[in-house]
Nanobody, 123 residues
Framework: QVQLVESGGGLVQAGGSLRLSCAAS????????MGWFRQTPGKEREFVAA????????DYASSVKGRFTISRDNAKNTVYLQMNSLRPEDTAVYYC????????????????WGQGTQVTVSS
Protein backbone atom coordinates (compact mmCIF):
# COMPACT_ATOMS: atom_id res chain seq x y z
CA GLN A 1 0.00 0.00 0.00
CA VAL A 2 1.28 3.45 -0.93
CA GLN A 3 -0.31 6.72 0.14
CA LEU A 4 0.56 9.83 -1.83
CA VAL A 5 0.16 13.48 -0.85
CA GLU A 6 0.90 16.27 -3.35
CA SER A 7 1.84 19.83 -2.45
CA GLY A 8 3.30 22.92 -4.08
CA GLY A 9 0.50 23.95 -6.39
CA GLY A 10 -0.70 27.53 -6.66
CA LEU A 11 -1.20 30.55 -8.87
CA VAL A 12 1.69 31.75 -11.03
CA GLN A 13 2.07 34.10 -13.97
CA ALA A 14 2.94 32.81 -17.41
CA GLY A 15 6.68 32.28 -17.68
CA GLY A 16 7.01 31.52 -14.00
CA SER A 17 7.99 28.36 -12.15
CA LEU A 18 6.56 26.01 -9.55
CA ARG A 19 7.87 22.86 -7.93
CA LEU A 20 5.39 20.17 -7.00
CA SER A 21 6.21 17.57 -4.37
CA CYS A 22 4.61 14.21 -3.72
CA ALA A 23 5.33 12.56 -0.39
CA ALA A 24 4.77 8.82 -0.21
CA SER A 25 4.19 6.61 2.78
CA UNK A 26 4.73 2.88 2.82
CA UNK A 27 7.67 0.60 2.27
CA UNK A 28 7.33 0.16 -1.46
CA UNK A 29 8.21 3.67 -2.68
CA UNK A 30 11.70 2.74 -3.87
CA UNK A 31 10.23 -0.18 -5.84
CA UNK A 32 7.62 2.00 -7.52
CA UNK A 33 7.90 3.90 -10.74
CA MET A 34 6.32 7.31 -10.26
CA GLY A 35 4.36 9.50 -12.59
CA TRP A 36 2.73 12.89 -12.78
CA PHE A 37 -0.56 13.39 -14.59
CA ARG A 38 -2.83 16.39 -14.99
CA GLN A 39 -6.51 16.95 -15.61
CA THR A 40 -8.74 19.84 -16.56
CA PRO A 41 -12.55 19.85 -16.27
CA GLY A 42 -14.25 17.75 -18.91
CA LYS A 43 -11.02 16.20 -20.17
CA GLU A 44 -9.24 12.91 -19.66
CA ARG A 45 -6.39 12.74 -17.19
CA GLU A 46 -3.21 13.04 -19.23
CA PHE A 47 0.33 11.87 -18.75
CA VAL A 48 2.93 14.52 -17.91
CA ALA A 49 6.10 12.74 -16.76
CA ALA A 50 7.40 9.51 -15.27
CA UNK A 51 10.53 8.34 -13.50
CA UNK A 52 11.88 4.85 -12.98
CA UNK A 53 12.37 3.21 -9.61
CA UNK A 54 16.03 4.19 -9.38
CA UNK A 55 15.53 7.60 -10.96
CA UNK A 56 17.86 6.68 -13.80
CA UNK A 57 15.21 6.94 -16.50
CA UNK A 58 12.66 9.64 -17.16
CA ASP A 59 9.95 10.20 -19.74
CA TYR A 60 7.94 13.29 -20.65
CA ALA A 61 4.91 14.28 -22.64
CA SER A 62 5.93 16.25 -25.70
CA SER A 63 3.99 19.26 -24.44
CA VAL A 64 6.24 19.65 -21.38
CA LYS A 65 9.58 18.29 -22.58
CA GLY A 66 12.33 20.82 -22.01
CA ARG A 67 10.24 22.79 -19.50
CA PHE A 68 9.41 20.25 -16.77
CA THR A 69 11.78 18.00 -14.84
CA ILE A 70 10.80 15.00 -12.75
CA SER A 71 13.08 13.75 -10.01
CA ARG A 72 12.89 11.63 -6.88
CA ASP A 73 14.61 11.21 -3.55
CA ASN A 74 14.15 7.64 -2.36
CA ALA A 75 15.65 8.48 1.03
CA LYS A 76 12.84 10.99 1.55
CA ASN A 77 10.12 8.97 -0.20
CA THR A 78 9.40 12.00 -2.36
CA VAL A 79 9.00 12.69 -6.05
CA TYR A 80 9.18 16.18 -7.51
CA LEU A 81 8.02 17.98 -10.62
CA GLN A 82 9.93 21.17 -11.40
CA MET A 83 7.86 23.24 -13.82
CA ASN A 84 9.51 26.13 -15.63
CA SER A 85 8.31 28.48 -18.38
CA LEU A 86 4.74 27.81 -17.39
CA ARG A 87 1.96 28.54 -19.86
CA PRO A 88 -1.76 29.13 -19.33
CA GLU A 89 -2.43 25.76 -20.98
CA ASP A 90 -0.52 24.09 -18.12
CA THR A 91 -3.39 25.03 -15.80
CA ALA A 92 -4.80 21.81 -14.33
CA VAL A 93 -5.05 19.65 -11.27
CA TYR A 94 -1.79 17.72 -11.04
CA TYR A 95 -1.72 14.20 -9.63
CA CYS A 96 1.16 11.97 -8.69
CA UNK A 97 0.80 8.22 -9.05
CA UNK A 98 2.73 5.03 -8.34
CA UNK A 99 3.16 2.02 -10.58
CA UNK A 100 4.95 -1.29 -10.39
CA UNK A 101 6.20 -0.79 -13.94
CA UNK A 102 8.04 2.07 -15.59
CA UNK A 103 7.25 3.20 -19.08
CA UNK A 104 3.49 3.50 -19.36
CA UNK A 105 1.60 6.69 -20.13
CA UNK A 106 -1.72 5.06 -19.25
CA UNK A 107 -3.58 5.86 -16.05
CA UNK A 108 -4.58 2.18 -15.92
CA UNK A 109 -0.96 1.22 -15.23
CA UNK A 110 -0.82 3.23 -12.01
CA UNK A 111 -2.15 1.64 -8.85
CA UNK A 112 -2.02 4.47 -6.35
CA TRP A 113 -2.97 8.13 -6.69
CA GLY A 114 -2.74 11.28 -4.66
CA GLN A 115 -5.59 13.72 -4.17
CA GLY A 116 -4.19 16.29 -6.60
CA THR A 117 -2.94 19.86 -6.35
CA GLN A 118 -4.23 22.78 -8.39
CA VAL A 119 -1.86 24.69 -10.65
CA THR A 120 -3.18 27.87 -12.23
CA VAL A 121 -1.12 29.86 -14.74
CA SER A 122 -2.38 33.34 -15.52
CA SER A 123 -1.66 35.08 -18.81
Amino acid sequence: QVQLVESGGGLVQAGGSLRLSCAASGRTFSRSAMGWFRQTPGKEREFVAAISQSGGSTDYASSVKGRFTISRDNAKNTVYLQMNSLRPEDTAVYYCAASGLYGSHSTASYNYWGQGTQVTVSS
